[in-house]
């Protein structure tokens, strides 16, 4: 079992910065593939980023690309999300998944485990 813990989420003004983190514990995160995805009341959980087992790979989705950089420490067994210039549209829980098989991949249903979520709130 793997258990996720995200963190880094809080309260910014349009135009700023965050960096969510995903810590792992249970299992080292090595040889999965991780996403962010986010989702806001009453909708479907949306894709934000993903990143492979290595690490040579990433993805993300149009609504963050060139705001957002997905990446991760395996020695700290931690994933992070580095997210820029903030909109208040961005105001979401943010959730960070681990995928058994290693690719990364932008459908939710392809992974197995979620941490509990994170509130970014961006101030306009």
């Known amino acids: 079992q793997v258990q996720l813990v995200e963190s880094g989420g809080g309260l910014v003004q349009a135009g700023g910065s965050l960096r969510l983190s995903c810590a792992a514990s249970?299992?080292?995160?090595?040889?999965?593939?991780m996403g962010w995805f986010r989702q806001a009341p009453g909708k479907e959980r949306e894709f934000v980023a993903a990143?492979?087992?290595?690490?040579?790979?990433?993805y993300y989705a149009d609504s963050v690309k060139g705001r957002s950089t997905i990446s991760r420490d395996d020695a700290k067994n931690t994933v992070y999300l580095q997210m820029s210039n903030l909109k208040p549209e961005d105001t979401v829980v943010y959730y960070c998944?681990?995928?058994?098989?290693?690719w990364g991949s932008g459908n939710p249903d392809k992974y197995g485990y979620w941490g509990q979520g994170t509130q970014v709130t961006v101030s306009s």
């Open positions: 998944a681990a995928e058994v098989l290693g």
């Open positions: 990143i492979s087992w290595n690490g040579d790979n990433t």
């Open positions: 249970g299992r080292t995160l090595s040889r999965y593939g």
